[in-house]
């Protein structure tokens, strides 16, 4: 047996064993301790730390989760890091992410509208049922949505910001032959029932007093950037910020109405709708939505903090613009798509 100690990003920490046969996340679960995991399988970065002491053994992961050169510098994924020695590790969440009883992240919702909102996006819309309505979320976060009748399930984040009256707002991409896909066009309908997981994740806004926030979203990335800028207006942080709203077609583009909306709410907030193959009648920002971001970074010399969720590539293309312009990694914050199979 080794010990190991996970230090929050607030100083707190919890230390508990873990035999060298057993990956992190296990002996956690064994000793009553849930720290922040999803997948278990080494592909979605949601248990991802950083060892500042010992030695350990890493088993297969996926290199969008644990890159090598990350895994070089000693970030290691939980699920899959065993101890070879003591361990200490830090985690960038908080110790109130930390749970010590399974209690409170399962339940059951039914779906109270089912839309389509763009050519490839269906709007679902939930309500979760019994007497406790709260709805616990860290705007960022994400819940894992499970099939009814299978225990096939899949994660997405909500563009709603936490309540008390038992509402989430997801909105989901349809692909070629997903199983939730397939799901959302073939089985499910309204008064339904389904059983949600979370939240999780540790993707989310970050205090760092009066800079600006920058948002960067390819296609429903848009779901935890929208719910962050919402928990910024209920809250009213004063921080100036945009949104960068990135869509390869017009046909593709959603919720436009909503962020327009949103924008004549927030005096401190700007929207660009990027359209990438836009035709001569788009009346909105025409390219890429890393080719924009990079004409207003070059344009205007803001230093903002980053915040960016879509598929690895949007997200590789906006660290290279980071770096042409001089922001450092440490003011980026991330969550990327991996494929569902990761």
């Not at 064994?30 to 890493?58: N, P, V």
């Not at 979370?198 to 993707?203: N, S, W």
């Amino acid at each position: 047996m080794h010990n190991v100690k996970i230090i929050t990003e607030d100083g707190e920490s919890v230390a508990f064993d873990c035999g060298d046969d057993e990956d992190i996340i296990s002996a956690g679960l064994r000793q009553d301790i849930y720290l922040m995991a999803s997948c278990r399988e080494g592909g979605c970065a949601t248990c991802k730390g950083f060892c500042t002491e010992g030695d350990y053994e890493i088993g297969k992961v996926s290199v969008q989760a644990l890159p090598p050169d990350e895994a070089e510098e000693g970030f290691v994924l939980l699920c899959r890091c065993f101890p070879t020695t003591n361990l200490e590790i830090e985690v960038p969440y908080t110790y109130d992410r930390i749970s010590f009883s399974p209690e409170g992240l399962e339940f059951d919702a039914e779906i109270v509208e089912l839309a389509q909102v763009s050519s490839n996006v269906v709007k679902l819309r939930l309500q979760k049922l019994g007497d406790d309505q709260q709805i616990r979320l860290d705007s960022g976060q994400y819940y894992n949505l499970v099939i009814p009748g299978t225990e096939i399930s899949r994660s997405y984040s909500p563009a709603n910001t936490a309540n008390n009256r038992g509402e989430l707002e997801f909105l989901i991409r349809i692909v070629d032959n997903g199983k939730f896909s397939s799901y959302l066009q073939q089985d499910a309908y309204v008064g339904q029932t389904i059983h949600v997981v979370g939240p999780l994740g540790v993707f989310g806004l970050k205090e760092n007093g009066f800079t600006p926030r920058y948002f960067v979203a390819g296609g429903t990335g848009l779901a935890p950037i929208l719910s962050m800028v919402r928990r910024m207006h209920e809250w009213e942080e004063p921080q100036p910020c945009v949104i960068y709203f990135g869509v390869n077609t017009e046909q593709e583009v959603f919720y436009g109405d909503q962020l327009q909306q949103l924008e004549q709410a927030m005096p401190t907030l700007s929207v660009r709708i990027c359209v990438w193959k836009a035709s001569d009648g788009w009346h909105g920002e025409k390219g890429s939505v890393v080719d924009i971001l990079r004409r207003d970074l070059q344009g205007t010399g803001v230093k903002p903090d980053l915040y960016l969720c879509g598929p690895p590539g949007m997200v590789d293309a906006t660290y290279a613009v980071c770096a042409e312009v001089g922001i450092p990694r440490d003011k980026i914050y991330l969550e990327k798509f991996l494929p569902s199979a990761a």
